[in-house]
């Protein structure tokens, strides 16, 4: 893998065979060629899905579509990627509603004048790059009224990389090291450290422009000259993968690298 590729999530909306993002309709189905890895067992499955699929249990699936990175050196394919009818459901005051296709979904019968919380259940979202850009809402149902709620969903991004000590011409993985997200007014929105192996992961990132860097804290420490990154994430969805940092040590040799 080079050093910066990019996983974005209009690629995994490709190779599953959903519609690109903003897209009103529901995802087209595109019937599933048979790879060369299928074993008997799971063509059998195949079979039952497709059946599914013709009765209109389900919207449609996919073999083997995607691989889910759970943690560093931790992959994951599921056998098959399935999509069900509707889209994302909405919870709040112990009630379930699922959203309609031009995703609206109704909460009835609420108890008038007692708090309730209401929230979208990010799971059944049909992307899993997509989270709303709200965690939820607290209201106050009144009697014959009715509250318009928006869930802006977009497409999140993360970043992951490994933070490099080099010092007197060697080179080790440096733990305990923060590194600061900053968007483009200068705000911190993500802050990490790096683990003892020097990996580092920051996830659910909103589309946009940051500079990605070591904290001054940590420069002052370690006695490093560290290099910023600029970094854009996507509206379709980004995954920066390997962005690594190599600290250089004030009295290295050489030219300090980002």
């Known amino acids: 893998m080079s050093s910066q590729a990019r996983i ?7 190779r599953v065979g959903l519609q690109p993002a903003g897209a009103d309709r529901r995802p087209q189905y595109v019937p599933p060629s048979k790879p060369d890895g299928m074993n008997k067992t799971e063509a059998a499955y195949a079979l039952h ?14 073999f083997e579509a995607i691989t889910f990175r759970l943690a560093k050196r931790t992959r994951y394919t599921p056998d098959f ?39 979208l259940a ?15 809402f ?5 009697p014959g009224k009715v509250v ?4 802006p969903v977009v497409v999140f991004g993360e970043i992951t990389g490994t933070v490099l000590l080099r010092r007197a011409g060697a080179t080790r993985k440096a733990g305990g090291v923060d590194l600061e997200l900053v968007d483009r ?57 390997g962005l690594n940092f190599v600290l250089d040590a004030d009295d290295a040799p050489g030219r ?3």
């Open 185 to 241: 007014k200068g705000v911190v929105v993500k802050r990490a450290r790096s683990a003892y192996d020097g990996f580092y992961e920051i996830e659910a990132i909103p589309p946009g422009g940051y500079t990605l860097s070591v904290t001054a804290q940590q420069v002052t420490r370690l006695r490093v000259v560290a290099t910023s990154r600029d970094v854009r994430l996507n509206p379709s969805g980004t995954v920066l993968d």
């Open 8 to 14: 974005t999530a209009a690629e995994y909306r490709r």
């Open 122 to 136: 990010t799971s059944t979202l049909e992307d899993p790059f997509s989270k709303p850009t709200t965690a939820g």
């Open 148 to 151: 318009m709620l928006n869930f």
């Open 81 to 119: 990627h399935v999509w069900l009818p509707d889209r994302a459901l909405l919870n709040g005051a112990g009630q379930i509603a699922r959203t309609t296709a031009a995703g609206i979904a109704f909460l009835p019968n609420l108890t008038p004048y007692q708090d309730v919380a209401v929230a």
């Open 49 to 62: 899905l497709e059946a599914l699929r013709l009765a209109g249990k389900i919207t449609g699936f996919r």
């Open 138 to 142: 607290s209201i106050s149902p009144r």
């Open 256 to 258: 300090p690298q980002g």
